[in-house]
T-cell receptor, first 113, second 114 residues
Framework: EADIYQTPRYLVIGTGKKITLECSQT?????MYWYQQDPGMELHLIHY???????EKGDLSSESTVSRIRTEHFPLTLESARPSHTSQYLC????????????FGQGTRLTVV | KQEVTQIPAALSVPEGENLVLNCSFT??????LQWFRQDPGKGLTSLLL?????REQTSGRLNASLDKSSGRSTLYIAASQPGDSATYLC?????????????FGRGTQLTVWP
């Protein structure tokens, strides 16, 4: 079983609030990712990191930001939440190797009202 | 840009049937292909990882094959059970950047009824 944790699992928040979605893994993986998933749609990569102090934007434009100060921690922040940010956010990690397997957290379902 | 397609989008079968889920991808320059299971409102659970040099992988009642040259993979589920009901996602590790990244299909929603 993968040791990657996301909190909170569910969040309902008002428009304009600042929020941080937490993601932590205890496997020592260098690579971490944030994906966004709308119901019935494919996962879209919004941010990724190859290691400490390394972050890149993914394929899907996002108003969120990320940081990677410690290997095990990859939080995602929305400075001002909007209803268009309502979605499921999934965090994943993998080792820094081409023959790698990705492990996912349980996800955070965000609703902005 | 890599595109991953899964067919069918939904499948409903009686318990005990053997079934095949299909996945195709447009760019054959991949490192690996990974099959996941997703239960409603949950994250993704890794089922099988097939490296680009392999043709198939097996885990219990699951068997996944990979034909990289034609851009296709299949997930075979033997003797299906109601507990297999979930959405099954196919994802490919692309060589688009130095260390690769995952591209996902939309999934096949499987319902197995008793």
């Amino acid at each position: 079983e993968a040791d990657i944790y996301q909190t909170p699992r569910y969040l309902v928040i008002g428009t304009g609030k600042k929020i941080t979605l937490e993601c932590s893994q205890t496997m020592g993986h260098d690579k971490m990712y944030w994906y966004q998933q709308d119901p019935g749609m494919e996962l879209h990569l919004i941010h990724y990191s190859y290691g400490v102090n390394s972050t890149e934007k993914g394929d899907l434009s996002s108003e969120s930001t990320v940081s990677r100060i410690r290997t095990e921690h990859f939080p995602l922040t929305l400075e001002s939440a909007r209803p268009s940010h309502t979605s499921q956010y999934l965090c994943a990690s993998s080792v820094r190797d081409r023959n790698t397997e990705a492990f996912f957290g349980q996800g955070t379902r965000l609703t902005v009202v | 840009k890599q595109e991953v397609t899964q067919i069918p989008a939904a499948l409903s079968v009686p318990e005990g049937e053997n079934l095949v889920l299909n996945c195709s991808f447009t760019d054959s320059a991949i490192y690996n292909l990974q099959w996941f299971r997703q239960d409603p409102g949950k994250g993704l659970t890794s089922l099988l990882l097939i490296q680009s040099s392999q043709r198939e992988q097996t885990s219990g009642r699951l068997n996944a094959s990979l034909d990289k040259s034609s851009g296709r993979s299949t997930l075979y589920i033997a003797a299906s059970q109601p507990g297999d009901s979930a959405t099954y996602l196919c994802a490919v590790w692309n060589r688009g950047s130095t260390l690769g990244r995952l591209y996902f299909g939309r999934g096949t929603q499987l319902t197995v009824w008793p």
